[in-house]
Structure formats: C-alpha cells, structure tokens
T-cell receptor, first 115, second 114 residues
Framework: QQQVKQSPQSLIVQKGGISIINCAYENTAFDYFPWYQQFPGKGPALLIAIRPDVSEKKEGRFTISFNKSAKQFSLHIMDSQPGDSATYFC?????WGTGANNLFFGTGTRLTVIP | EAEVAQSPRYKITEKSQAVAFWCDPISGHATLYWYRQILGQGPELLVQ????????DSQLPKDRFSAERLKGVDSTLKIQPAELGDSAMYLC????????????FGQGTRLTVV
C-alpha cells in the first residue's frame, strides 16, 4: 500500500514559471515531511522539509505548503530553471521513541524545465 | 563532506546467481536503510537497521534477500538467487537517531539481472 501519493507523474514547465507538485497521505502519525531531489544516476538528496505544526516553509525558490486537515502537502518551485530538471520525491516520516525514523516515499515527479 | 559509500556502482548478474551489495554509512549515523528503486518509481524500503539491530524488514523478500550490519557500522545486502524482477537501483541511506533528521543517500548500485 502506497503510504504517500504523489502527482503529477511528470511536469513540463517553461523557464521562469512555477512548478507545483502535490502529495497526500493517510497516516496521521507522520510527523516530518521532506522533499528529495534526484538527478539521473545519483541518490536522492534532501531539498526542503516541513513539520506538521507549520503551514508553510520557504527556502529560496522552494516552498512547501502543508494542509494538516486535508492531509496534503505540496512543493512550489518559483522561477523554475533548467537546472531544476530532476525527479522530485515527497516523503513522510514517523519518529519512533526508540530513536529511529521510518521514511516512506511518493512515486516521484519528473520535472523538465524548458529554456 | 561525509558521504554514504556504496559498492559496486553497477552489477550485472545472471538469473539464479548470488549478488551482494555493500554500504558504509556516514560515521556516527546509527540508522541505516536499504531501499530498492525500480526505474521511474520512488524508493521502497527493504530493511532498516538501528545500530546492528533490524527494526523493520517487513518488505524484505526473506526467501531470497538477506541483510546484515554485524558491528553496527557497514552493511551488506544479499540476493540469492537473483531473479529478473530484481533488476533495480539499490540505495543505501543513513541518518542520526533523533526526530526529523535528514536521511543521506549513497549513489546506489544499479543491478541488472540477465
């Protein structure tokens, strides 16, 4: 069962445009929501993350919007650049009191930014 | 900058053969994850260690897959026998043991079973 649902599967945006990727989850025990960026042949790398007690977090051109009641969160990339072309994964994590985090990924969105 | 090391980067093996992957996490990271990523999909957790103990292997096909982290540092993931459907990227990640910490990923091992 997919713990985190992500859409769209692929996205094409003009340079300078806004890229929006959406995710939804069901398990209310999730307490941390990171976004990872993956380039071909590389492992995923953390881009930005949010906790459920915050509705929005912005870092440079990247913003996470979080709607706890709807159990949805999204990534907005402002002024999208060709260098942003990559696959983006949303994820959700549960922290166990014993110390470990359990991390689940969405299915990914392949973003292509056209010059 | 500290990195998660994985080897080999690429592996081609014949169906029914045994194959093993190695991961060395970032020093001081108690949690180690093995994920499988099929082309075009998100990483799926296979097994998670906290130090040398398995904390989640519910998605590990135990009839053919095994994983160990004997001294709580580096880890080995083994497949025996390999099947065509095992062709995928195998990613190792590590993180510190505290809430909401970043998982750092290695570059992965691309397995092709022929």
């Amino acid at each position: 069962q997919q713990q985190v649902k992500q859409s769209p599967q692929s996205l094409i945006v003009q340079k300078g445009g806004i890229s929006i990727i959406n995710c939804a989850y069901e398990n209310t025990a999730f307490d941390y929501f990171p976004w990872y960026q993956q380039f071909p042949g590389k492992g995923p790398a953390l881009l930005i993350a949010i906790r459920p007690d915050v509705s929005e977090k912005k870092e440079g051109r990247f913003t996470i919007s979080f709607n706890k009641s709807a159990k949805q969160f999204s990534l907005h990339i402002m002024d999208s650049q060709p260098g942003d072309s990559a696959t983006y994964f949303c994820a959700a994590s549960i922290y166990w009191g014993t110390g470990a985090n359990n991390l689940f990924f969405g299915t990914g969105t392949r973003l292509t930014v056209i010059p | 900058e500290a990195e998660v090391a994985q080897s080999p980067r690429y592996k081609i093996t014949e169906k029914s053969q045994a194959v093993a992957f190695w991961c060395d996490p970032i020093s001081g990271h108690a949690t180690l994850y093995w994920y499988r990523q099929i082309l075009g999909q998100g990483p799926e957790l296979l097994v998670q260690f906290q130090d040398e103990s398995v904390v989640d292997d519910s998605q590990l096909p135990k009839d053919r897959f095994s994983a160990e982290r004997l001294k709580g540092v580096d880890s080995t993931l083994k497949i025996q026998p390999a099947e065509l459907g095992d062709s995928a990227m195998y990613l190792c990640a590590s993180s510190r043991d505290s809430p909401n910490t970043e998982a750092f990923f290695g570059q992965g091992t691309r397995l092709t079973v022929v």
